[in-house]
């Protein structure tokens, strides 16, 4: 149990530093490649690490489940524990990224962030599964002290993440 937000934030800056280098990739003149210009291969190989994350992190949750708030025995429970991880904590690894993008950190510096720290939102959201009070209070904590960095930071984050939500998926904001 004590292995589960190591194992966490490794699986998950692996994944997604990979995630990264392929959003930033040919990118041109963009801060990140639009999904619309990827390529067949390029799709394929984001829903392999994303099905791969997805498959980690169940099978994590399958076996430290104990550990955490939810009920033992019920398959619902590891899949309640994935579910939340994994989305919750890419909003959280999302916004970081936006984050890092509207600051103007260079890419190699993004790189390095997301394959040594872009695990860490995963980790939070498990962490604040997990049964001591005091690792949910130190999760939730380190999560809203972050989010209040960011968001001082970054010049009106809400709609800096809309923009880069937008050019994510491929708006207005893409030149051809």
């Known amino acids: 149990m004590r292995w589960q937000l190591p194992l966490v934030w490794l699986i998950g800056s692996a994944v997604t530093g990979t995630i990264a280098v392929l959003f930033t990739h040919d990118r041109g003149t963009l801060p ?26 169940f099978a ?7 550990a955490t708030w939810l009920r033992r025995g019920d398959l619902r429970s590891p899949i309640l524990w994935t579910a939340a991880v994994c989305a919750v904590g890419g909003v959280g690894w999302g916004f970081a990224g936006v984050a890092t ?18 695990g860490l939102p995963f ?7 997990l049964r001591p009070v005091a690792v949910n209070a130190a999760a939730t904590l380190v999560t809203g002290f972050a989010l209040l960095i960011g968001a001082l930071l970054v010049d009106a984050p809400i709609q800096t993440t809309i923009l880069y939500l937008q ?7 893409i030149a051809t």
Request: proline share 3%; hydrophobic share 60%; net charge neutral.
């Open 32 to 57: 990140v490649k639009p999904l619309l210009l990827f390529s067949t291969q390029e799709m394929l190989t984001l829903a392999v690490l994303v099905g791969a994350f997805v498959l980690a992190m």
């Open 101 to 118: 993008f509207a600051l103007g950190f260079s890419l190699t510096t993004q790189l390095v962030l997301a394959y040594t720290c872009g």
């Open 60 to 66: 994590l949750g399958w076996r430290t489940i104990d």
């Open 167 to 173: 050019l994510l998926v491929g708006g207005p904001f």
């Open 123 to 129: 980790a939070l959201v498990a962490g604040m599964l």
